[in-house]
């Protein structure tokens, strides 16, 4: 997620909980030799283990349709402390995919074989390559054959966003081609599309049969569904979290990033995220229509004063969003 799931977002999302790996933005590569700076700006994790503050991994993704290029970057990540190489298959971003890169691939499975065995060839044996795909470019026609091209290029696990890069993030993701092609490939197939909610969650399993699934703007949505899912897993009980305390994660965020942009746009990473919110919680539009247009840090702080404070008096206990 381009320009959203930045390393700060990566550090508290994963210390809420619920989150076994996160992924990096794409490194965008053409046929330039990227220096160190370049992985650590995007990844500065890599100068701490590949991993975020409480210790989960953190996969450094690549993007590029030339093998070569992409395998000599992804040898010089590995040397910047890089601990697991994701391939971007999958971005429908039509200036992306006028570049070489992303889902225009798909239309070319030889090329995406060719990619993955390139990189895997080119990074130590003990550091993995995964891949995400779509299920095709103009169609779906080809999910299986750009699949089976992963795992033929040396790919150790593969995630399959449902839908084609024509399909966009149209409702619905087709989750069905998803379980078909864990039935036929013998590495593991994470699902990815269309998880909102743990009743997502319980659908897409049944039918994808997969045993791993992939966040990205549902996890912005609801900080906490990956801690819903895993106490549904484990037959406990779960209280999700509260209005107020998911104001207050937002409130953590706007504190840690605010002094790392220019004043003019004060404010502007926390409006984004809202607008992920307000697709689980309603009070996330009021919340926005009081600050979109205002970058004055007493307004912005006054507003998060009155979202931060429990309701009617009452506290709905959630994870401890202080743990380390």
Known sequence: MEGVIDHHLRALLSRIG??????????????????????????????????????????????GGNP?????????????????????????????NNSDGGACLLQSPSRVEGIVAAVRSAVPCEIPVSAKIRLGYTDR??????????????????AVHARSKVDGYRPPAYWEYIGEIRQQLGIRVIANGDLWTLDDFKRCREVTGC????????????????????AFCAGQDYQPLHWHQVATILYEYY????????AKYLGNRVKQWLAYLKLSYPEATAFFERIKRHRDSDILEQAFAEHMRPHDGIGIKGPDTNAA
Do not use: H
Not at 29 to 50: H, I, K, M, N, Y
Not at 57 to 63: A, E, R, S
Not at 85 to 91: R, S, T
Not at 255 to 262: H, K, L, M, R
């Open 18 to 63: 619920g989150v076994d790996i996160c992924v990096t933005e794409f490194i965008r590569v053409t046929s330039t030799r990227l220096p160190r700076r370049v992985f650590t700006r995007l990844c500065p994790e890599l100068d701490q283990g590949a991993q975020t503050p409480n210790g989960t991994p953190v996969k450094l993704q690549l993007l």
């Open 68 to 96: 070569q290029a992409m395998a000599y970057n992804a040898a010089k990540a590995a040397e910047a402390g890089a601990r697991s190489i994701d391939l971007n298959f999958g971005c429908p971003a039509k200036s992306v």
């Open 141 to 158: 026609s080809s999910y299986l054959d750009n699949a089976r091209a992963a795992e033929a290029g040396g790919a150790s696990e593969l």
């Open 211 to 230: 045993d791993a699934y992939m966040f990205g703007r549902s996890l912005l949505a609801r900080p906490d569904i990956g801690l819903q899912i895993q």
């Open 255 to 262: 504190s840690t990033t605010q002094d790392i942009y220019p």
